[in-house]
């Protein structure tokens, strides 16, 4: 075992805690969603189709996103982990404000990626206040 995935077990968390065998199927699935309305957002700006600010919030996603586990599980900080999982919850709701009026079939399919990331915004910030 690594020392994350120790760091992590030693950590108080909330009873209704997912078992951790959940998250990579979870994150399997919206990868997924992810990787297909955001290509396809990102290229509707490349091309022109719609402005180019509204590639902002969905980069802005995807940094936050990515930058959770380094966050986390690298420098074991929950307080800027619970500030990054912030940042990617409003990120996803600011992208999809900016996609409707163009495409809103890509705002609808992020409603699974929002429900999970405000679950688990919830989740960080249980255990960030548990572990202060």
């Known amino acids: 075992m ?18 951790a ?29 719609i402005p180019q600010g509204i590639a902002i919030p ?8 990515l930058a959770f586990t380094p966050i986390q599980f690298g420098l074991q900080n929950n307080l800027l982990a619970s500030v990054d999982i ?15 009026p163009h495409r809103k079939w890509i705002a609808y399919a992020q409603i699974p990626y929002l429900l999970w990331v405000s679950f688990a915004s919830v989740l960080q910030l249980t255990i960030t206040y548990l572990n202060f």
């Open 86 to 100: 912030l940042l990617t919850l409003v990120t996803i709701l600011w992208a999809m404000k900016s996609i409707y």
């Open 58 to 65: 969905f980069l802005c996603n995807i940094a936050f996103n």
């Open 2 to 19: 690594n020392d994350a995935y120790l760091w992590y077990q030693e950590l108080i968390r909330p009873s209704w805690a997912p078992p």
């Open 21 to 49: 065998y959940l998250f990579g199927p979870v994150w399997t699935v919206l990868y997924i969603i992810i990787a297909i309305s955001f290509g396809v957002a990102l290229y509707l700006v490349a091309t022109k189709k």
